[in-house]
């Protein structure tokens, strides 16, 4: 029998603040075990927790970009809970007052749109992190303290394409907010998913089953399929189950049982005593909200308008230091489809090859923009950018000296190309006659003689057209 799934999605994003949230310890990661950490991030009793406002402009921007209301006057709260990688035995969140709420992210999945409502966004801590040891748990408080954002979705999905496009678009927009570096590897973008499924929508909602440990966007589709299977199976054969949080297994490619939800958990929340009510002014959210970069949207539609193809307009938006560097022309009286082509092809291979960023280049705006022109007049050809571009991209010399220096002088003029053209039909009446008894060599042989001729400085394309139309 078919079901109807219903899809939620929590995700938590580490937030990029030079330091943590309540202490002035190093947001870092990959350091050594327990060397970013001081007395606050340990619990030790006595100590009190200072809010740093850089999380609370983050929030701030995170809100407005995913399309939030933003509460004004908020307060933090205790979640009560004992376990090894919470050393106070509670976390410092916002249960009651989250920063943004009733937001939304429009993706599309098989060319429809759709708009995937947010619940709420909150501000936590992040918990220190266990690692397992044979029979021993051992901890790195290096992660205790990191600012994170909780940001939960309505149960509006119904399939896993759509959580799958939430997720990739969550991920691109909270990169170009500069929110968080999303490195999912790394555990700085983590996703929970709730699955539960229904025979027909007027039915309420099935029993619920949280998935959690999920390692990547591929595979919270692949959780969220092998949970309709699992649940479609015991509904199908009459049977029911206990609302339960399970995990997934990259090694199985499948959840498995953690434990089952026999009650609501309490948490028993209660406002932070030790810190202070928040009260945000529309000239502090202003403030914020004015330094939010062009968003990938934007850009998309900017870049489509310049004449840029829709395949090259995706690809720049993928690479954030390309797509930035672009930015910068854009109010320039530029080519940006050959500027798009240029950053794409030979630089893009050059700077992957390098295993560095256009940043890292001696490549100005008004290099590139030179460079786009005589690629566009035909001063440049793509053979010689090959010849020159390393050193383009590594000297401060302008592009007229390293031409000089390369010996590049190409013939631009079409009507001295054209009449070099018309002396080699002339010359060569047995190659024409093979070309017009439909001979595709011969083509290549006039070719030659062009190219031979100009000692190829002739543009091939520009060469080729013109023999073209001189032979018919």
Same mark, same amino acid.
Request: proline fraction near 4%; glycine fraction near 6%; charge should be negative.
């Given at each position: 029998?078919?079901?109807?799934?219903?899809?939620?999605?929590?995700?938590?994003?580490?937030?990029?603040?030079?330091?943590?949230?309540?202490?002035?310890?190093?947001?870092?990661?990959?350091?050594?075990?327990?060397?970013?950490?001081?007395?606050?991030?340990?619990?030790?009793?006595?100590?009190?927790?200072?809010?740093?406002?850089?999380?609370?402009?983050?929030?701030?921007?995170?809100?407005?970009?995913?399309?939030?209301?933003?509460?004004?006057?908020?307060?933090?709260?205790?979640?009560?809970?004992?376990?090894?990688?919470?050393?106070?035995?509670?976390?410092?969140?916002?249960?009651?007052?989250?920063?943004?709420?009733?937001?939304?992210?429009?993706?599309?999945?098989?060319?429809?749109? /759709?708009?995937?409502?947010?619940?709420?966004?909150?501000?936590?801590?992040?918990?220190?992190?266990?690692?397992?040891?044979?029979? /021993?748990?051992?901890?790195?408080?290096?992660?205790?303290?990191?600012?994170?954002?909780?940001?939960?979705?309505?149960?509006?999905? $119904?399939?896993?394409?759509?959580?799958?496009?939430? *997720?990739?678009?969550?991920?691109?927009?909270?990169?170009?907010?500069?929110?968080?570096?999303?490195?999912?590897?790394?555990?700085?973008?983590?996703?929970?998913?709730?699955?539960?499924?229904?025979?027909?929508?007027?039915?309420?909602?099935?029993?619920?089953?949280?998935?959690?440990?999920?390692?990547?966007?591929?595979?919270?589709?692949?959780?969220?399929?092998?949970? @309709?299977?699992?649940?479609?199976?015991?509904?199908?054969?009459?049977?029911?189950?206990?609302?339960?949080?399970?995990?997934?297994?990259?090694?199985?490619?499948?959840?498995? =049982?953690?434990?089952?939800?026999?009650?609501?958990?309490?948490?028993?929340?209660?406002?932070?005593? +030790?810190?202070?009510?928040?009260?945000?002014?529309?000239?502090?959210?202003?403030?914020?909200?004015?330094?939010?970069?062009?968003?990938? +949207?934007?850009?998309?539609?900017?870049?489509?308008?310049?004449?840029? $193809?829709?395949?090259?307009?995706?690809?720049?938006?993928?690479?954030?230091?390309?797509?930035?560097?672009?930015?910068?022309?854009?109010?320039?009286?530029?080519?940006?489809?050959?500027?798009?082509?240029?950053?794409?092809?030979?630089? $893009?291979?050059? *700077?992957?090859?390098?295993?560095?960023?256009?940043?890292?280049?001696?490549?100005?705006?008004?290099?590139?923009?030179?460079?786009?022109?005589?690629?566009?007049?035909?001063?440049?050809?793509?053979?010689?950018?090959?010849? @020159?571009?390393?050193?383009? =991209?590594?000297?401060?010399?302008?592009?007229?000296?390293?031409?000089?220096?390369?010996?590049?002088?190409?013939?631009?003029?079409?009507?001295?190309?054209?009449?070099?053209?018309?002396? @080699?039909?002339?010359?060569?009446?047995?190659?024409?006659?093979?070309?017009?008894?439909?001979?595709?060599?011969?083509?290549?042989?006039?070719?030659?003689?062009?190219?031979?001729?100009?000692?190829?400085?002739?543009?091939?394309?520009?060469?080729?057209?013109?023999?073209?139309?001189? =032979?018919?």
């Amino acid at each position: 029998m078919n079901y109807i799934p219903t899809i939620g999605v929590e995700v938590h994003l580490e937030l990029k603040t030079k330091t943590k949230i309540f202490s002035n310890s190093t947001n870092g990661y990959g350091e050594m075990a327990n060397s970013l950490t001081n007395v606050v991030d340990l619990g030790y009793p006595g100590t009190l927790p200072t809010l740093n406002e850089e999380v609370i402009n983050i929030g701030i921007k995170a809100a407005t970009i995913l399309n939030c209301k933003i509460r004004k006057q908020m307060h933090f709260d205790r979640k009560n809970y004992f376990y090894p990688d919470n050393p106070k035995n509670y976390q410092i969140t916002q249960a009651r007052t989250p920063i943004g709420y009733d937001g939304y992210v429009e993706i599309e999945v098989n060319g429809e749109k /759709k708009k995937v409502e947010i619940e709420e966004m909150h501000i936590e801590e992040d918990t220190c992190k266990s690692a397992h040891r044979g029979n /021993k748990t051992l901890l790195d408080f290096n992660r205790a303290g990191v600012p994170l954002l909780e940001i939960v979705t309505k149960p509006c999905m $119904s399939s896993p394409e759509e959580a799958k496009a939430y *997720l990739e678009k969550l991920r691109e927009l909270m990169l170009y907010g500069n929110i968080s570096d999303c490195k999912i590897e790394e555990g700085s973008m983590r996703a929970d998913t709730n699955v539960s499924i229904r025979k027909n929508e007027s039915d309420p909602f099935g029993t619920k089953a949280e998935v959690k440990n999920i390692g990547s966007i591929t595979n919270v589709g692949v959780a969220i399929e092998k949970e @309709i299977e699992r649940q479609s199976k015991l509904y199908d054969n009459g049977e029911t189950f206990k609302p339960q949080t399970r995990r997934f297994d990259d090694k199985l490619q499948d959840t498995v =049982l953690m434990r089952i939800k026999e009650t609501g958990n309490d948490y028993r929340y209660f406002p932070e005593p +030790d810190i202070p009510f928040v009260v945000l002014t529309d000239e502090m959210i202003e403030n914020v909200v004015k330094d939010i970069p062009m968003m990938p +949207d934007e850009r998309r539609e900017v870049y489509v308008e310049k004449g840029v $193809s829709e395949i090259n307009t995706n690809k720049l938006v993928q690479n954030r230091s390309l797509s930035d560097y672009f930015n910068e022309i854009l109010n320039e009286n530029t080519n940006f489809k050959i500027a798009s082509n240029l950053l794409l092809g030979d630089i $893009s291979a050059y *700077l992957n090859k390098k295993e560095i960023d256009i940043k890292d280049t001696k490549l100005t705006k008004d290099k590139f923009l030179d460079l786009i022109k005589k690629y566009e007049d035909n001063t440049i050809t793509s053979k010689n950018l090959k010849e @020159i571009l390393d050193v383009i =991209l590594e000297s401060d010399k302008s592009i007229e000296e390293i031409m000089k220096d390369n010996g590049i002088e190409n013939i631009t003029d079409d009507n001295e190309i054209r009449e070099i053209i018309k002396t @080699i039909i002339k010359n060569n009446p047995d190659s024409v006659n093979d070309y017009k008894n439909g001979h595709d060599r011969a083509i290549k042989f006039l070719m030659g003689q062009v190219m031979k001729e100009t000692k190829g400085k002739a543009n091939p394309k520009l060469a080729n057209d013109i023999l073209v139309e001189e =032979l018919s």
